[in-house]
Structure formats: C-alpha cells, structure tokens
C-alpha cells in the first residue's frame, strides 16, 4: 500500500522555546517481504497558516452578522487586538486629499467625528503605493503631520480600501505608540479586512445615496401639492373678484367723472386688478 498518511497536527518546542506547529506526511516503505519497515515524508510548519486562518476566522466572527456603524467599530478593536496597537482608524476619502473618519478607536474610546488631510502623511503613500509599514519613528519620518505627533505614534501600518470598481475609497490604517512589528501574513489578513470594510461601504453609501434620492422624491411630491393647491386657490380668488371688477367698472361707467364717487371706484377697481394680477 503506498498511500499517503497524514499525520495528526502537533507541536515541538524549538532550542529558542518558541513553540511551532507541524503537519507531518509520509508513505509507508515495504521489504521484500511485503513488510512495512519504513516511512518516508516531510514535515511541514503550518504555524503562520494556522495563525493566519484564525485571525480570519476571528475577523469573520466579530462582524458576522453585523452592519452600519457597529460593524466598522468592531474593526477597528480587532485591529487594536490583533496588531497589539493604541489606535486604529476606518477613513472614508471624501476628496483625492482629505479623510472622513468612519470609526476610530484610541486609547479604547471610539471617534467618528475626526477628518485629516492625506498630504505630509503616512496615508497619503498608502493610497499611492498600497500596504505600507513603518515599524518605527513614524513622526519623525513625516514630520508635517502633527496629528502623529500629538498622539505620539511610533508604528503604522495601512492599507488601501478598494471599491467594486477598483477604485480607491478609503484607507485601513494602525498606529502604536511603541515599535509596531508586522506579524506574519499581515498583508493577507490586511486584504481580507479592506474588502470586507469596502462592501460594508459601499453598502452603506448605497443606503445614504437611496435615503438622499428618496428625499428629493418627497419634496418633489411635496412642492408638485403645493403647486396644486396653489392653481387651486388662485383659480378660486379669481372667481371671487370676477363679480368685484365687473361690477366696479359698470359703477365707474355711471357715476360722473371727477365726481368724489367715480375717484372711490376707480381705486377700488385699481386694486381689484392688482390682486387679480
């Protein structure tokens, strides 16, 4: 039989007393006699896999069924979580140059009123060049942004936020206070996150842009009644002066000019015709 065995998953501790996971596989190698008397294979180390598909599953669990706004404040604590930062920010590009926070966690307290301009920062090269990571001296490298200063960051890393389109919409962005080390795989989970947080986006933007078009379509609805009920009460003012003008202009013609009478109509059917106008 030279079927390939799979070994149970199971750990070793390296000389370092760092612990590792291993997925071993083999085959059996018989003897002349049919017997088995060796297994030949390779040992493969699934740690970075396995810390990986739990991160996903992590991020899967902490927004599974969850939209709007608690959905983006869940991200942004998993990020805190999983990155072991003070800060993590959502921002939604509202121009090329500048940022709308969505959700912002620091310090754990939440944010959604910050906005920041993207040029001098780190977010600008992100929304350039993609994934980018400074492990360190964050402020020190982009020193016109006083934001990194006043928060006193140290580490960042960010990625970008794509639309359906491809187009860039946001930016996913970390930020710690000490040395920020990139775990493995981090560009992986980073993807996964964006398009997540993306379809929540432009979820979100779809329901403000149809709340926005039903609004319009509700004061349109609003103004066309009024227009009606406009017509309607100027059709009936009209019928009411109609009698008011004819009879003030056969009175004008029979009273004597210059006669205080015939001046007294005469403003009467002045301003009968202005409101009739």
Known sequence: DFSE????????????????????????VHNDDGEVYRIVGIAEDITEQ???DQNIQTLFKATAGITGQKFFDNVVKLLCDWLGCEIAIIGNLETQTTVKVISMIIDDELDHEFSYDLAGTPCEIVKKDGICHFPENVATIFPDDEDLVNIKAEGYIGAQIFNHEGKVIGILSALSRGKLTKPKRAKEVLNIIASRVAAELERKNYE????????QLRQSQKMEAIGTLAGGIAHDFNNILFPIVGYAEMLQEDLPQNSQGHENITEVLHAALRAKD
């Open 5 to 28: 065995i799979i070994f149970p998953e199971y750990r070793v501790i390296r000389p370092d007393g760092s612990t590792r996971l291993i997925l071993a596989r083999g085959f059996p």
């Open 208 to 215: 403000l842009e149809k709340e926005k078009i039903e609004d």
């Open 50 to 52: 396995k810390q990986l």
